[in-house]
């Protein structure tokens, strides 16, 4: 079983700030790709950010130079760093996660429950 918690998600102004967290856990033997995704209310899901196991990163052209992703390897844990938001960034983040559970499985997308972030004008 493998389940991904994430953290962080609220209300804030625009022009403010959040940091977003999802944690791995269970039969977790490699963790691959981590990302964010979002989905406003009548919207496709849409990626937000990626990171690499060695650390590159992927963005969004409507989010680079605003947020940033990071993570700790040995945590099994990613973050989302975000700064300047804006009303459009309104929308429910899910973190997602490519996880094998034994080196003779294939990789697995396992995704979170969501957190909601509401930016006001």
Do not use: H
Not at 32 to 37: K, Q
Not at 63 to 87: E, W
Not at 93 to 120: E, K, L
């Amino acid at each position: 079983q493998v389940q991904l918690v994430e953290s962080g998600g609220g209300l804030v102004q625009a022009g403010g700030s959040l940091r977003l967290s999802c944690a791995a856990s269970g039969s977790t033997f490699s963790v691959n790709i981590m990302g964010w995704y979002r989905q406003a209310p009548g919207k496709q899901r849409d990626l937000v950010a990626a990171i690499t196991g060695g650390g590159s990163t992927n963005y969004a052209d409507s989010v680079k130079g605003r947020f940033t992703i990071s993570r700790d390897v040995a945590k099994n844990t990613v973050y989302l760093q975000m700064n300047s938001l804006k009303p459009e960034d309104t929308a429910l983040y899910y973190c997602n996660a490519d996880i094998t559970s034994s080196p003779f499985r294939g990789w697995v997308r396992y995704w979170g429950q969501g957190t909601q972030v509401t930016v006001s004008s």
